[in-house]
Each structure stands twice: as C-alpha cells, then as structure tokens.
C-alpha cells in the first residue's frame, strides 16, 4: 500500500522561513502529480502547490496566486519526496498542511503537519 507522511511543521513568526517534506512508500506508477493542501480552522481546503512526474522527468509546477513568488515545490523522485520550501511567512499561512499524491485515478493523502506563523 502507498503511504505519505509529512514532516517540517511548526512555529515561526512572521517572515520567516519552514521546508516542508513529504516522504512516500510503496508503489507508485512513473506519471503521478504530488500536490499541498492547507486547511486552516473554519476554512474550506485548499490548493497550495502542484507538481507532476513522468519517470524521471518534472513536469508542470503550478501555485495559489496567495503564494506565488514566496513558496516553492519540488520533488526528488529518486527518494520519493517531495518538498515545500516557504518564504516571507504570514500569519494567514497558518494551518494544517496536507500532502496529496494522485495517479492511475488513485488518491493518496498524509496525516498532515501544522504550520503556525506568528505575527
């Protein structure tokens, strides 16, 4: 079974800078697209960062217009990782962010890890 753990949460304050990585297991096909989410309190899920894969190839990366310019992802299929690099934090960046992998019509997602920006 595919299984997707998350892990680079946790508090800084405002400006500052967190690495996300979300590291995969079991088989997975060589198209996919890896993708974060966040949800924060009271607020509906939503999409952060999208990335796809073919074999080895990078393929199209694409971003909220909320965080454009700030984060950044990027994948390591060689280890099965991929990563959310995020700048210039703001305290509405707080939430609960979640690691999604899609192929072959199959959707995966981690537990997720919390992200606090404190002003």
Known sequence: QVQLVE????LVQAGGSLRLSCATSGSIRVFNVMAWYRQ???NQRELVAAITSVGNS???TNYADSVKGRFSISRDNAKNTVYLQMNSLKP???AVYYCNLKFSGLTYWGQG???T???
């Open 40 to 42: 924060a309190p009271g």
């Open 58 to 60: 990078v393929g199209n």
């Open 7 to 10: 892990s680079g949460g946790g």
């Open 117 to 119: 920006v404190s002003s």
């Open 92 to 94: 509405e960046d707080s």
């Open 113 to 115: 890890t919390q992200v």
